[in-house]
């Protein structure tokens, strides 16, 4: 049985004063910035105008480079311990995010969005380069791009679209 | 010349129009009554996905990342903050009512005048030296958090003229599975600026956004010492519709 009984709690925005609360040291470097086999994943966050937001969060869940979604603590004190394959980053006043992580190996990197002005989380997903599966093959060209992260030297780049034309893709896990 | 803002009439007029068509249990990301919403909300419908990954597994938190005295929001500081101390508890469940164990609770909140200790919050009422307003803790066994806290003030924003947050303390939570991600927020009981909010009234189904409301409850007040409330949290999932049970 997998009915549900209790009905959700509802989610509400972020706001504007997270800054002190969810952020901190190291929360986006689930790996040593510059060790061997790190990838700097980074991007903008826009609204609707193509304006960045100073003041949105992002989450990575993913998998090492073996695979594997590690299922370990050690996230927000990160000195010495393993791999944990979450982090958190919020938006610079330029809109841009950056984490220090690895490539996994796996297809996607999962993401939860915040922002001051967003009611409630939203979810997309990193499509690493050439990266494929069933639920890609379901968008359209155009769609996939906007899903799929670029090579920029070292690093990956991820735009995230709040609205409009280019809008990223939104999950549903309804 | 920035835009005059709109004023309480205006903003009440819309979120009188958006009550008439309630649109279930999650709020409305296109919520025009909250303006910063305008740029900011999917204007594309979101795409049906089946969770599959790294979205099964919500991230994992134990003892190494949480010292037990950030749960205490009152002794973080040097000394004691002024305000009402009041204790908020409660279980954090999912939606078949099993408990959501040893995960990350975090809470952020303005002090008792209704200011936070952020950079971009301007109002001018008081800091207080003994309060940042930031807490966390896990989840214990059966689910439940505690902290001890005060109660926050409401506070004033530049959505509308004379607009005003009802008093709320802001809470993130983490389920077992990657969507069950969750980030609140928790009033109290009785807010005569309920009907006025646009955040609060974004949920347009009412039994809804009561479920953000924490009730007194004096079985956890302690004598010459504090205040209760509790509130329990279920995470079903993302924008997740829960099923009602047909065999009543």
Not at chain 1, 3 to 22: C, D
Not at chain 1, 97 to 112: G, K, L, N, Q, W
Not at chain 2, 190 to 215: C, K, N
Request: charged share 25%; aromatic share 10%; net charge negative.
């Amino acid at each position: 049985m997998t009915e549900r009984t209790l009905p959700a709690t509802p989610g509400q925005t972020v706001g504007p004063f997270f800054h002190y609360a969810l952020p901190y040291p190291g929360d986006n470097e689930l790996v040593p910035w510059g060790s061997p086999g790190s990838l700097t994943l980074r991007g903008r966050v826009y609204d609707g105008d193509g304006a960045p937001l100073p003041d949105a969060l992002l989450e990575i869940r993913q998998a090492g480079i073996d695979g594997v979604v590690p299922q370990v603590p050690g996230s927000l004190r990160r000195y010495g311990v393993p791999f944990t394959g979450w982090g958190r980053c919020a938006t610079d006043n330029a809109g841009e995010y950056r984490f220090s992580t690895v490539e996994p190996d796996a297809s996607f990197i999962a993401v939860a969005v915040f922002a001051r002005g967003l009611l409630d989380v939203l979810f997309t997903r990193i499509y690493l380069p050439g990266a494929t599966d069933s639920f890609l093959d379901s968008l359209d060209t155009a769609e996939r791009d906007r899903m799929t992260a670029r090579r920029e030297g070292d690093a990956l780049v991820f735009d995230v679209r709040m609205q409009g034309e280019e809008q990223t893709v939104f999950l549903d896990f309804t | 010349m920035p835009t005059p803002l709109d004023s309480q009439a205006t903003i009440s007029e819309e979120i009188a129009t958006y009550a008439k068509d309630p649109s279930g249990p999650q709020p409305r990301l296109d919520y025009a009554p909250y303006r910063s919403s305008i740029l900011r909300h999917p204007t594309k419908a979101l795409k049906q996905a089946d969770p599959e990954g790294a979205e099964l597994l919500a991230p994992v938190f134990g003892p190494t990342d949480v010292d037990p005295l950030e749960a205490d929001l009152t002794i973080q500081d040097g000394g004691e903050p002024l305000g009402e101390r009041i204790r908020v508890q409660g279980r954090v469940l999912d939606g078949d009512g099993r408990p959501v164990r040893r995960q990350l609770v975090e809470v952020w909140q303005a002090n008792a005048s209704g200011r936070y200790i952020h950079q971009r919050d301007q109002h001018p009422a008081p800091l207080d030296p003994h309060f940042t307003g930031m807490g966390r803790c896990l989840t214990d066994d059966d689910g439940r958090y505690t902290f001890v806290t005060v109660k926050p003030g409401p506070y004033p924003w530049k959505n509308h003229q004379n607009a005003w947050r009802p008093a709320h303390i802001h809470f993130s939570m983490f389920g077992t599975d990657f969507t069950q991600r969750l980030v609140t927020q928790m009033y109290f009981p009785g807010d005569p600026l309920f009907a006025l909010d646009p955040i609060y009234q974004s949920i347009t189904d009412p039994q809804a956004r009561e479920r953000l409301v924490a009730s007194y409850d004096h079985d956890v007040s302690e004598p010459e010492f504090l205040l209760g409330y509790s509130w329990d949290i279920v995470l079903t999932g993302s924008r997740t519709t829960p099923m009602e049970a047909t065999d009543d």
